[in-house]
């Protein structure tokens, strides 16, 4: 599906790039993808994907419980393993240094409850000097019945708008420390 609910900020070429989250739910209802161009280093990018492990860096209101997402990168959550826990919902279940996170949906959660089986890969495309694509794919295995038909009209949409927030937070943040030691 070409939707802006579906493809927001992406391309035809990113869309058909192989992620790390393929594979990892097999038959997925849906697909969703974001992306946005961020001015600063794979490092500085990646550095900032790690923060997650702290906060969501959306709208902090809806889903960090009203605290403010760090402003500042906090020393250690660089320090990555598989099974962290990620914007609490999430564990990480692979990455690699300076190009990509990827996160499933906590099982047997609310959150799985109510959105289904999710992963979502963080993969940063280097583009020209000193800035690159963070483009996201999303892969959904809705609920069965009744929720999951909601979830399909409803997901892709509250998706776009609370990861347009992230994107354009890391966007942001990771300008604002080009130049400065991290």
Known sequence: MDSLSHTWGTTPDERALVFPCDGIISNPDDSLFRAVTIHASSATVFRWLCQMRAAPYSYDWIDNGG????????????????????????????????RHLTLRMK????????????????????????????????VARYPPGARGRLMSAVLPWGDLVMMRRQLLNFKHLAEGHVGRSQ
Not at 68 to 88: F, K, N, T, W, Y
């Open 67 to 98: 605290r403010q997402s760090p402003r500042e990168l906090s020393a250690g959550l660089e320090q990555l393993e598989v099974g962290q826990d990620v914007m609490r919902i999430f564990t990480l279940l692979s990455f690699e240094g300076n």
């Open 107 to 138: 099982p047997r959660t609310r959150a799985a409850r109510s959105f289904g089986d999710i992963a979502v890969s963080y993969l940063i495309v280097p583009a020209e000097q000193d800035s690159c694509r963070l483009v996201v794919k999303l």
